[in-house]
């Protein structure tokens, strides 16, 4: 597994030709499936967090919640390198969205941390 390391504004960092293995690339995917919106990448139109389509806005009670929940956790299990989701706590609390999330990967374990909505999102490995 290889994946281009990104700046900190979340471009890719050209020209320097430096590339993630193992944990760290299943990390970087990770990051980037949760900040790519919904029909935001030309070539797959139909890939993406759906912030604005049905996060954003929801009134929230739990049964919204429960589906937000599974949104994201799908998000989590289709980036390549990941096995299970082992441990995934969420809350939502003055209309702000926060997860934790601990990730069994083929290369170890990661945690997962979302704030404000999906949108900040925080890996430790």
């Known amino acids: 597994m290889k994946y281009r390391e990104l700046d900190a504004d979340g471009d890719y960092t050209f020209g320097r030709n430096k590339f993630f293995h193992n944990i760290e690339a299943v990390a970087q995917a990770i990051v980037t499936r949760m900040k790519l919106l919904y029909g935001e990448?030309?070539?797959?139109?139909?890939?993406?967090?759906?912030?604005?389509?049905?996060?954003?806005?929801?009134?929230?009670?739990?049964?919204?919640?429960?589906?937000?929940?599974?949104?994201?956790?799908?998000?989590?299990?289709?980036?390549?390198?990941?096995?299970?989701?082992?441990?995934?706590?969420?809350?939502?609390?003055?209309?702000?969205?926060?997860?934790?999330?601990?990730?069994?990967?083929?290369?170890?374990?990661?945690?997962?941390?979302?704030n404000d909505s999906a949108r900040k999102v925080e890996v430790k490995y």
């Open 41 to 114: 990448w030309w070539e797959k139109t139909d890939d993406g967090l759906p912030l604005f389509e049905r996060i954003l806005g929801v009134f929230v009670n739990d049964q919204q919640k429960g589906a937000i929940d599974l949104i994201i956790s799908e998000r989590i299990t289709g980036a390549p390198g990941v096995n299970n989701i082992a441990k995934f706590e969420s809350d939502f609390f003055n209309r702000k969205y926060s997860a934790h999330c601990s990730i069994n990967t083929v290369f170890g374990s990661i945690e997962l941390y979302i």
